[in-house]
């Protein structure tokens, strides 16, 4: 049992303790010493999890270098796996690109093979926020009710409606699919 419970149970029957001790009336006294059993034996229960606590504790300091070397291993490791798959990624918009550019340079719009078709298809623009900070609030909507984020929707809207949106702006570039 946690720490925690273990002093939420101390509290509760030291309340009910204190009840039973208000009372002259000789059954409720026997109540009371059974009660005030039941603290003592909470409280050596939460006085042992102290202890364990602290050996713990020690435990952990006494590997405190190879706990935080472990630590540093481990994010050297994400990180690598993150550039990793940035590279697969960047390898796969690299080949969509190429296939686009030679399919525009021959003048086709698709292509079909054994594996499937892939066809050429002009995006409807994505939105590439250049200064966050210059996107007005009218452009934000709430993230986790903590946040305002450029809301792309309105953003995208508003700049096809003809108005002009501080900080972004309308990319247009042809997408591959692939199916």
Known sequence: MSLYNLEKEYALLESELDELMQSDDEETQ????????????????IENKNVNIFKY????????EQ?????????????????????????????????????E??????????LGKMTIRKSKGRIDILDKKLIPDSYKKERVSTTLVEN????????????????????????????
């Open 30 to 45: 026997k109540l009371a010493n059974a009660k005030l059993q039941e603290v003592i034996n909470k409280s050596l229960e």
């Open 57 to 64: 504790r020690f435990y952990l300091l006494g590997k405190e």
């Open 67 to 103: 706990i935080r070397a472990l630590s540093e291993m481990h994010k050297k490791e994400a990180k690598r796996l993150d550039d990793y798959a940035d590279t697969f990624a960047n390898k796969i918009k690299q080949l969509d690109r190429s296939t686009i550019n030679a399919l």
């Open 105 to 114: 340079i021959n003048g086709k719009k698709s292509i079909e093979t054994e």
């Open 152 to 179: 792309k929707t309105a953003i995208r809207e508003a700049i096809e409606s003809g108005k002009n949106v501080p900080g972004a702006k309308l990319v247009f570039e042809d997408t591959l699919i692939v199916k």
